[in-house]
């Protein structure tokens, strides 16, 4: 089975700009979360979707949004782009219900702002 | 969120043990203790969990102290492929925000031929 995907693999982007990353999950996977992993870090939770639903949101402004669609792929949405925005965004779907622990995370999506 | 406490680096050589350790004084009773790795260049992927008892998998064992304010992810034979950030991570079994992880800094093992 293909494990999580992401695309595209990397990205180059100008400040102020808008871009859309894109997730697809594990078949059979209905939670998809989305991290942020700036250089030298651990990655930063960013959203949780759970059967098209937010379950959770981290300490992103409100520039980020996502959301998940009926195939349970994931979009996220990043506007008037900053330089701190430069980061690895990583994807990771896990199985339905509360008792799911492992979480599977795709190769992320590598995005450059100058 | 509860904290945890690793060190930034550690080296072994190939074919040895390798213990890693975390600290989690602050940790409550519904927390989970997962461990995760990052090799090189790959998003992170999941190594093992437990929640008051020792716990053997695959890839590694988890032994957890008996007051939980600790524990040690020990890999029993080290290989190049194990090169990697390891994280060590406290996840609350909250329902809603059941799948939030919180990613310290890690580890940093390196593997020696």
């Known amino acids: 089975d293909a494990g999580v995907t992401q695309s595209p693999t990397h990205l180059i982007k100008t400040r102020g700009q808008q871009v859309t990353l894109r997730c697809s999950p594990i078949?059979?996977?209905?939670?998809v979360s989305w991290y942020q992993q700036v250089l030298g870090q651990g990655p930063q939770f960013i959203f949780q979707y759970y059967e098209k639903e937010e379950r959770g949101r981290g300490n992103f402004p409100d520039r980020f949004s996502a959301r998940q669609f009926p195939n349970y792929s994931s979009e996220l949405n990043v506007n008037a782009l900053l330089l701190g925005d430069s980061a690895l965004y990583l994807c990771a779907s896990s199985s339905a219900g509360a008792i799911s622990y492992e979480q599977y995370f795709g190769p992320g999506t590598r995005l450059t702002v100058t | 969120d509860a904290k945890t406490t690793q060190p930034n680096s550690m080296e072994s050589n190939e074919e040895e043990p390798v213990h890693l350790p975390c600290n989690h004084s602050t940790i409550s009773g519904t927390d989970y203790i997962h461990w995760y790795r990052q090799l090189p260049s790959q998003g992170p992927e999941y190594v093992i969990h437990g929640l008051t008892s020792n716990v053997n998998n695959r890839m590694a064992s988890l032994a957890i102290a008996e007051d939980r304010k600790s524990s040690t992810l020990i890999l029993h034979r080290a290989t190049l492929r194990d090169a990697a950030v390891y994280y060590c991570i406290l996840r609350r079994n909250s329902g809603g925000s059941n799948y939030k992880l919180t990613f310290g800094k890690g580890t940093l093992l390196t593997v020696n031929p």
């Open positions: 078949s059979g996977h209905k939670s």
